[in-house]
């Protein structure tokens, strides 16, 4: 069974910057998405199986940025955090290989707050 364990979610202030990590049970494309309470899931970001392309939601491109080593593990670095950032951001994974990004996989979820 393929899991997904997420970590370095918290708090931070209008501008400043938190990083999330997500290490999964093996090595698939992966991605953020977000959800507050009453909305649906949003896309965030994206990356491929090997890194090679990434793809950003348009309310965080320019300011998070995903990323990935060479093995298991993706980041989403979020820079310049504004209050409607505020959100739980869920891990998910590609795990089927679909030919764009379709997550089947998800993590348990972390709490971001951004709050003055």
């Known amino acids: 069974q393929v899991r997904l364990v997420e970590s370095g979610g918290g708090m931070a202030q209008p501008g400043g910057s938190l990083r999330l990590t997500c290490t999964a049970s093996?090595?698939?494309?992966m991605g953020w998405y977000r959800q507050t309470a009453g909305k649906d899931r949003e896309f965030v970001a994206s990356?491929?199986?090997?890194?090679?392309?990434r793809y950003h939601g348009s309310s965080v491109r320019g300011r998070f940025l995903i990323s990935r080593d060479t093995g298991t593990t993706a980041y989403l670095q979020m820079n310049n955090l504004r209050v409607d950032d505020t959100a739980t951001y869920f891990c998910?994974?590609?795990?089927?290989?679909?030919?764009?990004?379709?997550?089947?996989?998800w993590g348990q979820g972390v709490q971001v707050i951004v709050s003055s």
């Open positions: 093996g090595r698939y494309a």
């Open positions: 990356i491929t199986y090997k890194g090679a392309n």
């Open positions: 998910a994974a590609d795990v089927a290989n679909h030919r764009s990004f379709e997550p089947d996989t």
